[in-house]
């Protein structure tokens, strides 16, 4: 830990690269996995994945420069002591053998703790590497698919959940063992410490490369290959030129939405009143003053309680009709300002929830509850979730889902649906409050579905549900919004960005304009979460296609007039 107030994030690297003319290896599901994994472990704010699929000799170099990662994993195909497979410009294979592996690898020994060589006969290369990097992990022989995939999320499983890498490594070879695949004695862990300055001969020979899952056999390209290459250079140039056109007709689209936004704003939409129960917490010190011991002198004691107190609150809102009598409810969240991020004296912030900044919100409509599976199977006609429920939370969707959601619906309704900006999301989950979470300083379980298992401030232990409940189970917030804290992640608009620097200071979402960061905003926390992820500030990050059984959305229909 740098501060008390700020959490050492170390990178993982994800490379694979699964070569033209190479066994077909299912490097997605084996990311998928480790991604999904991390998610779910105990220290997962400690670890931060970065990806480069068909992966050529270039990204290792520049990925590096770039993310300056603790830890290096490689998927993909080995070839002995010829090499790494990775990938050429045309995406065929090109070898890069440990001698070249090491002497990279020692430029970076100061950042690099870590490398994972998950790939057959890799081991001669990570006994290279591991002359300079402290731990590394090659193949003895060949392994399977399956077999590397049981490895890799047995590993960052236990990594996840604050092991060190020799128990996360003997934790892989032993998920191996668990799925009943006889290759657990096949992943090799070298340290450096063992090398004692010893050099290893790394001289590429010619080998023979058995047929396998993650094996490949290494060929010289043929005057054929080479027209194939030409061939292939011209079809690049059509597709980057169509990459332009695509390119061209996204911003076309883009000013289309803004103007449907615009048209919208002169829309009148009919609210009724509605009526909801919301709940503070008010925390009492209590001080007793009791004789000594033996009557001689007074003794005092302080402890602390939390009182729950409910209310009635009345709030606007209109039903979206979606059919066979599903309705989604939006809530009319009024217009104001506020301070965005938490301050310095919160209990168990983040340095990303920084610098706190004034925020202008203009009025919107914001879906009351979290979209349902109900709902979801209404506009979408499929139902992902894990946690089964009609009137539970959809889960395990992608941004990319959820703002197909919000097309279609929109589509269907003539308004503009869309996920809400970071600035909307945190002003309506505070509701006018400047605590924690917007019952007040702590939070219990009888107020919201998170993990009780883990306290914040004076309240203690509770339970620990282990799944989504259903929509609206607990108590509103002041603007008659449920579920703000836990039960299920939130997707929003935004890009991720490491801090609030440069951040808007209206209802605007903060996305990039080149479209090259993969992460989006995650706000609320989840009911797997303890209750720091779960506070009115708290910021998190998925990538965009992730589908984990904690995240969810809810939607903003966009500046319509109420009357």
């Known amino acids: 830990m740098s501060s008390d107030n700020s959490v050492e994030i170390k990178t993982i690297l994800v490379l694979s690269a699964n070569p033209k003319g190479t066994n077909p290896l299912r490097l997605d599901k084996e990311i998928r996995e480790i991604k999904e994994g991390l998610q779910l472990a105990k220290k997962r704010d400690k670890f931060k994945i970065e990806s480069a699929q068909a992966a050529r000799y270039r990204d290792i170099q520049r990925s590096i420069l770039n993310h300056n990662p603790q830890i290096v994993h ?171 056109q ?25 609210t009724k009143l509605f009526e909801f129960e919301t709940a503070t917490l008010t925390i009492k010190t209590i001080t007793e003053t009791r004789p000594g011991f033996f009557g001689f002198g007074k003794e005092t004691q302080t402890s602390t309680s939390c009182d729950i107190n409910r209310s009635r609150k009345r709030a606007e809102s209109f039903q979206e009709d979606l059919g066979n009598g599903i309705f989604l409810e939006m809530v009319k969240i009024p217009g104001g300002s506020f301070l965005m991020g938490s301050p310095n004296n919160e209990p168990e912030r983040i340095d990303c929830e920084s610098p706190q900044h004034q925020v202008t919100i203009q009025p919107f409509f914001m879906g009351k509850f979290q979209v349902t599976q109900e709902q979801y199977q209404a506009i979408m006609g499929k139902n992902p979730s894990r946690f089964k429920g009609k009137k539970k939370p959809v889960e395990s969707v992608s941004w990319d889902n959820a703002v197909d959601f919000c097309g279609r619906i929109s589509k269907r309704t003539g308004k503009t649906y869309r996920l809400l900006s970071e600035a909307e999301w945190e002003y309506a989950c505070r509701a006018g409050t400047t605590t924690p979470f917007h019952f007040g300083e702590t939070i219990f379980t009888d107020l919201a579905n998170y993990n009780g298992d883990y306290t914040y401030g004076s309240a203690p232990k509770c339970q620990y549900r282990e799944q989504t409940t259903n929509v609206g189970s607990f108590p509103a917030n002041a603007f008659g919004l449920y579920d703000m804290h836990g039960n299920v992640w939130e997707w929003c608009q935004d890009s991720w960005h490491e801090n609030y620097q440069g951040a808007p200071t209206n209802n605007s979402a903060w996305v990039n304009d080149d479209n090259e960061n993969n992460y989006r905003l995650l706000r609320g926390g989840s009911w797997g979460d303890g209750p720091r992820n779960c506070r009115c500030a708290y910021r998190y990050w998925g990538e965009r296609d992730g589908r984990l059984l904690n995240i969810g959305f809810r939607v903003v229909v966009v500046s319509p007039r109420a009357s």
């Not at 950042?111 to 890799?122: F, G, H, I, Q, T």
């Not at 590394?136 to 604050?162: P, R, T, W």
């Not at 695509?246 to 048209?263: A, G, M, S």
């Open 74 to 244: 490689f998927c993909g195909h080995g070839a002995g002591e010829s090499g790494l497979v990775f990938e050429d410009e045309i995406g065929q294979q090109k070898l890069v053998d440990a001698r070249a592996l090491a002497d990279f690898f020692e430029l970076f020994a100061d950042k690099v703790e870590c490398v994972v060589l998950n790939a057959c006969y890799s081991e001669i290369q990570a006994k290279a590497i591991a002359q300079h990097i402290n731990y590394v992990i090659g193949m003895s022989k060949q392994i399977g698919d399956k077999a590397a995939i049981e490895f890799a999320v047995g590993f960052y499983d236990a990594l996840g959940n604050g092991r060190e890498v020799e128990f996360a490594y003997k934790y892989g070879c032993i998920a191996i063992r668990m799925a009943g695949i006889p290759e657990h004695l096949t992943p090799q862990l070298l340290r450096k410490e063992d090398f004692d300055g010893k050099k290893i001969d790394t001289t590429p020979v010619a080998t023979s490369t058995p047929q396998h899952a993650r094996d490949v056999n290494v060929i010289s390209p043929s005057p054929r290959q080479e027209e194939d290459k030409i061939q292939q250079q011209k079809r690049e140039e059509r597709l980057n030129q169509e990459q332009e």
């Open 246 to 270: 695509l390119r061209l007709e996204y911003q076309r689209q883009q000013e289309l939405q803004k103007q449907r936004e615009r048209e919208s704003s002169s829309s009148i939409i009919q």
